[in-house]
């Protein structure tokens, strides 16, 4: 007669701790800082793959240290709406949901040739 009890009351804890598991997942958030940086002649956001889990408040702080001109360069994630201006030696922080999944390219949109990265939300 208790066991059934004892089972119920087992499977209801494990149960709730899954939501509860998954609640936290949904409001998880996550820091990155993201540097540009020129390397033999290239130009680059470091780390260049950004993977997050969809629902993630993102916060990048970007910080432009490519010495030299132009000192300014642009950090867009198109598909997000987002497009920053970071001036050499005033860093930057945006913010934003990663409320849709899947792989979106990460531009400088002031110049295209720039080596591009990624965004990676996770489903
Ligand atoms: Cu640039």
Redesign the pocket.
């Known amino acids: 007669m208790r066991q059934p009890l004892v089972r119920f009351a087992l499977v209801t804890v494990l149960v709730l701790g899954a939501r509860v598991g998954l609640v936290r997942a949904e409001n998880a958030s996550m820091n990155f800082t993201v540097v540009?940086v020129e390397y033999e002649g290239s130009?680059m956001w470091t780390p260049g793959t950004l993977v997050v889990k969809k629902g993630t408040q993102v916060k990048v702080k970007l910080v432009n240290n490519v010495p030299s001109d132009p000192n300014q360069?642009?950090f867009a994630i198109p598909a997000y709406n987002i497009a920053e201006v970071v001036t050499r030696g005033e860093p930057k922080t945006i913010e934003f949901k990663a409320d849709k999944a899947g792989v979106f390219p990460i531009i400088?949109q002031?110049?295209p040739a720039?080596v591009g990265g990624e965004l990676v939300v996770l489903p």
């Open positions: 540009n130009k360069h642009g400088c002031l110049h720039h």
